[in-house]
């Protein structure tokens, strides 16, 4: 009984602590006071033309209200002037002025750019867009492929260089809004640069083929990028274009070693040139053996005298 009347009045006490807490807390709410702020009665994608219809107002504490929020419905819509959603707005989402247009302003892809930043539109197609994967504020790398300085087009050596890392789509084709996720093949893209990458590329697209490469959202940039070449256009066993040590090759045994060898004295073996010079002497026919593998050990015999 003893313990029974305790845990009554210990259940009692805390009743008591949380109504007046709870009490204190809306006392405070209504001391701040409310305000009515402007927010989204149905989604709104980019290009929605804002009406009375799309908002309504709810009560924000005086302390919480976001910055750039509408009060009245004069304030968003004056009177003969429209306005248009620049960004997705979620149903009960706060209207700010930084996700729509300005008065009378139509919506804008200039609206969305950073600071300091410029819209550049490329040419793509279905390959070098990826299919049509790519989709507004996603980001990409900027591929150029053109002819090694030195070649002439359509006979130098082609090469495939990183232009930009990192750029964030701002529209395919015309459409700056988020569509819903399927592929759509498209003919131009337009990426958020800085000026001077808005230069480069502007030149890459005179001189060579741009593709694009999707990334990984939030994904840091590689500091280190490479030039490919058609030299690189092998099977990693043989070396691509840079062919393994001496030191490498001897790792290698039987077959795989000559191989490698024969190949390295192919490359090191100087061509012949033009203009009278005389020929390479061929070189004498290896006499012919047999390697024979015995587990993990080989040998080698000469067949004839």
């Known amino acids: 009984m003893l313990a029974l009347a305790a845990a009554i009045v210990l259940g009692l006490f805390a009743v008591y602590i949380a109504n007046a807490y709870l009490t204190g807390q809306q006392q405070k709410a209504v001391q701040g ?81 950073t600071d300091g930043m410029r819209a550049a539109t490329v040419r793509i197609d279905d390959v070098s867009g990826v299919a049509g994967f790519v989709q507004p504020n996603d980001t990409v790398d900027i591929l150029i492929t053109r002819t090694a300085a030195g070649g002439t087009q359509g006979g130098g050596t082609q090469v495939t260089d990183v232009l930009l890392q990192n750029v964030r789509v701002m529209a395919i084709d015309q459409e700056a809004k988020n569509s819903d996720g399927t592929p759509k093949l498209a003919r131009s893209a337009t990426f958020e640069v800085a000026p001077l990458d808005a230069q480069k590329l502007a030149l890459a697209q005179r001189i060579g083929s741009l593709s694009l490469v999707l990334r990984k959202p939030g994904e840091a940039n590689n500091p280190v990028v490479e030039t490919v070449s058609m030299n690189d256009l092998r099977y990693n066993m043989y070396g691509g274009a840079r062919y393994p040590a001496p030191a490498v090759v001897g790792g290698y045994s039987g077959a795989v070693a000559g191989a490698f060898r024969d190949t390295a004295a192919q490359i090191a073996r100087p061509r012949s040139s033009g203009g009278g010079s005389k020929p390479a002497k061929k070189a004498p026919p290896a006499k012919p053996s047999i390697e024979v593998y015995r587990g993990t050990t080989s040998n080698s015999y000469k067949v004839g005298s």
Do not use: C, H, W
């Not at 009560?59 to 004056?78: C, H, K, M, T, V």
């Open 33 to 113: 006071g409310t305000t009515k702020v402007a927010v989204a009665a149905v989604p709104m994608a980019f290009g929605t033309d804002i009406t009375a219809d799309k908002l309504r107002f709810v009560d924000y504490p005086n302390s919480s209200i976001p910055p750039g929020s509408f009060i009245s419905a004069a304030q968003l819509l004056p009177e003969g002037k429209k306005r248009f959603a620049l960004m997705p707005i979620g149903i009960n989402e706060p209207v700010l002025a930084s996700k729509i247009s300005a008065e009378g302003q139509g919506a804008s892809i200039a609206a969305l750019l």
